[in-house]
T-cell receptor
């Protein structure tokens, strides 16, 4: 079974430029999460999807961040414009559908963003 | 804000010794999970303990949960150099189904 796939693994951009990250969850996993992880810290939730619906986006900085999950499968997280403080690792995770969900998350390898 | 706090922030031990990491949380939970993260990689689920359980074992891992103190501990016995990684506790909140909040993590170094 394929795991959660994220791309790109690494991205270096200049401030004020846009950037997008892509995530393909495990097949059959309806819940998808985007987390931000700063160096030496734990992941912080940005947004959580149930199928195509964003059920928790309270921590997403909506002035510059946006996300979508069309058709309830793949998801894209976008930052426009990027700021120096956005340098971090962006992690995508998925989990099985509600009813069988113990809360265990399956993570991708992450997308490391460096803003210069 | 993150729900969990962990200590120690960093731990360095000799191979063969046991490593204990502690986690505290703030609100009611459905379960408490532990994850491992190797440098530059994603997180990998290690073990889950439900709110009605007190102790759980998996191989060299032992997890305890004290809901009255809102705390959990992860014990890795007979550590190996390959156990060197960061370890995170994560709480599945009772008030928000499917919301998983992570602690700041413990960085473990196992010296051969």
């Amino acid at each position: 079974e394929a795991g959660v796939v994220q791309s790109p693994r690494y991205k270096i951009i200049e401030k004020k430029q846009p950037v997008a990250f892509w995530c393909n969850p495990i097949s059959g996993h309806n819940t998808l999460y985007w987390y931000l992880q700063n160096l030496g810290q734990g992941p912080e939730l940005l947004i959580r999807y149930e199928n195509e619906e964003a059920v928790d986006d309270s921590q997403l900085p909506k002035d510059r961040f946006s996300a979508e999950r069309l058709k309830g499968v793949d998801s894209t997280l976008k930052i426009q414009p990027a700021e120096l403080g956005d340098s971090a690792v962006y992690l995508c995770a998925s989990s099985p559908t509600r009813g069988r969900n113990t809360g265990e998350l399956f993570f991708g390898e992450g997308s490391r963003l460096t803003v210069l | 804000s993150q729900q969990g706090e962990e200590d120690p922030q960093a731990l360095s031990i000799q191979e063969g010794e046991n490593a204990t990491m502690n986690c505290s949380y703030k609100t009611s939970i459905n379960n408490l999970q532990w994850y491992r993260q190797n440098s530059g990689r994603g997180l990998v689920h290690l073990i889950l303990i439900r709110s009605n359980e007190r102790e759980k074992h998996s191989g060299r891992l032992r997890v305890t949960l004290d809901t009255s103190k809102k705390s959990s501990s992860l014990l890795i016995t007979a550590s190996r150099a390959a156990d060197t990684a960061s370890y995170f506790c994560a709480a599945l909140l009772k008030t928000s189904y499917d919301k998983v909040i992570f602690g700041p993590g413990t960085s473990l170094s196992v010296i051969p």
